[in-house]
């Protein structure tokens, strides 16, 4: 009687799971198949997932532990090698795009596709010149907003303050008696680069204030857009009205000091969007807040963590860290003896080490996806992407496609020897009129810490073999802990 009671809970359950998995996981497919009926074209492949939650929880098993590839490998191994599926992510019915052609056209499309980033890093990202204006008004706005941080003449005024802090935050890794979490101790480092070169030099006690409130803004980046005490996102979003607080003084005292002409040397950002005259752009104080908020919550993490890639990557391929390093033994070789500090010229000879930080983001895919919505219906190779869905650009499936990059796991830095890549297959900044600001600024960053670590400094794991995780963005489970070792005192 028992047995006969446990074989029938058995086949109880088995026929509960088939249920589940062979009806109610399609529910949520067939409730888009009904509703989009009537559409010219039908939707792509793909698979929509459990009703409500989609095909999060798959997202999340892949990427938490350390094969994000896997996510869309499924896809494509199910439905096709065509770069367009359908899928259900983040709460949204979206559009899967990984086929170098169909990304660039989403990216330089602005007038079907506009920016869909989920609500979390909407509100706390906002910026009215960047996100609620007009593509006409957005182009302006960008050329106005962007042009402070791009271009060889305005990177080189950067140039000094980027090595100090360098030098100094290297120094004292290398202090440490006990080993550190590289990727914070980055972290801090470009945090760092950008409030100086955003501000110049201000208090330290108020930078020490910023980066402490800065810290729970940040961590509501990635949270479920809950505004309600005890929630991250709403203690993401108190951070966020502190640090306004705390940084609109300094933006409006700066407009101060140069109305009666007491800034002489104009060379921090807020100093030139503050100068600003264009009959076409107005730029509140708010918006400059905004600007800089914005650009410390995409900059300081991505640019960090392709920092301790780099080095890891290096330290990992002796051959390619030598190669690196006889490059940066050569640029302080052919200096003149009078010269102390790097120039953008000796920036420029850098091939190699450009190369190995191209490589870094090809293979790290800090941003898995770059997410628009569409704005209208649009047909896409016989497709539709209805009215008001996400459109997520997924480049690491290309920077990770063997077509495009043979051999994409193994980390080649002298694959882009003379490589001309075809356009839409390397991504690490998006493309079009939203392509990243801070992109020039954030390798400027980069070369400059690795030209110093190559010269006088060695990294030494501490886990070398320890797992990786994806979410939300691809580093260490120890966060690379790890000893920093001075090697030499050469003068630089």
């Known amino acids: 009687m028992e047995e006969q009671w446990v074989c029938m809970s058995f086949a109880t359950l088995l026929v509960c799971y088939i249920f589940a998995s062979k009806f109610v996981r399609n529910l949520n497919g067939w409730y888009y198949d009904v509703k989009l009926r009537r559409k010219e074209y039908p939707l792509p492949p793909g698979d929509m997932g459990w009703p409500l939650i989609g095909n999060l929880l798959s997202f999340i098993k892949h990427f938490s532990s350390g094969h994000p590839n896997s996510f869309i490998n499924n896809l494509v191994l199910k439905y096709g090698r065509g770069g367009i599926y359908k899928t259900h992510l983040f709460g949204n019915p979206s559009i899967i795009i990984c086929e170098p052609q169909l990304c660039r056209r989403v990216l330089t499309d602005d007038v079907n596709f506009k920016l869909g980033y989920p609500k979390s890093i909407t509100e706390l990202a906002r910026c009215r010149p960047m996100y609620d204006v007009s593509s006409a008004e957005h182009r302006r706005f960008r050329r106005v907003i962007t042009a402070p941080m791009m271009g060889h003449n305005v990177l080189a005024m950067y140039l000094g303050r980027i090595e100090d802090i360098v030098n100094d935050s290297l120094e004292e890794l290398s202090s440490m008696k006990h080993p550190v979490e590289l990727l914070e101790e ?10 100086h070169v955003f501000m110049g030099s201000i208090n330290q006690n108020i930078v020490a204030k910023i980066a402490s409130i800065f810290t729970d803004m940040y961590n509501g980046v990635f949270s479920m857009p809950i505004n309600a005490p005890g929630f991250t996102f709403h203690i993401a979003l108190k951070a966020r009205k502190k640090l306004v607080k705390l940084v609109q003084p300094i933006v409006e005292e700066r407009r101060l000091m140069i109305k009666n002409g007491q800034v002489e040397h104009k060379r921090d950002i807020v100093d030139i969007l503050l100068e600003i005259k264009d009959d076409e752009v107005k730029l509140e104080d708010e918006d400059i807040v905004d600007f800089m908020l914005g650009l410390l919550l995409a900059g300081h993490e991505s640019s960090a963590t392709a920092m301790m890639w780099s080095i890891t990557y290096l330290t990992q391929h002796p051959h390619v860290l030598i190669k690196a390093k006889e490059e940066q033994e050569e640029i302080m070789r052919t200096r003149s003896p009078s010269q102390k500090q790097l120039s953008m010229k000796e920036i420029k000879q850098m091939v190699y080490l450009s190369q190995v930080i191209d490589e870094t983001l090809r293979c790290v895919n800090i941003a898995f996806a770059t997410f628009r919505e569409a704005a209208t219906d ?17 480049a690491r499936a290309i920077h990770m496609d063997p077509e495009y990059y043979p051999n994409p796991e ?19 900044f998006g493309a079009g009129s939203r392509l990243c600001p801070g992109g020039d600024l954030a390798k400027l960053g980069i070369s400059v810490f690795l030209h110093y670590f190559l010269l006088n400094y060695r990294l030494e794991r501490i886990n070398p073999q320890c797992p990786i995780t994806c979410l939300p963005s691809s580093k260490p489970r120890d966060n690379c802990l790890a000893k920093v070792i001075k090697v030499s005192c050469a003068s630089n």
Do not use: Q
Request: charged content about 20%; aromatic content about 20%; proline content about 7%.
């Open 186 to 195: 980055t972290k801090k480092i470009f945090f760092k680069v950008i409030i």
């Open 378 to 394: 649009v047909n896409i190779n016989g497709y539709i992407i209805p009215k008001g869905w996400r459109v997520l650009v997924w």
């Open 410 to 428: 193994e980390f080649n830095p002298s694959r882009w020897d003379d490589y001309n890549a075809k356009a839409g297959t390397f991504l690490p």
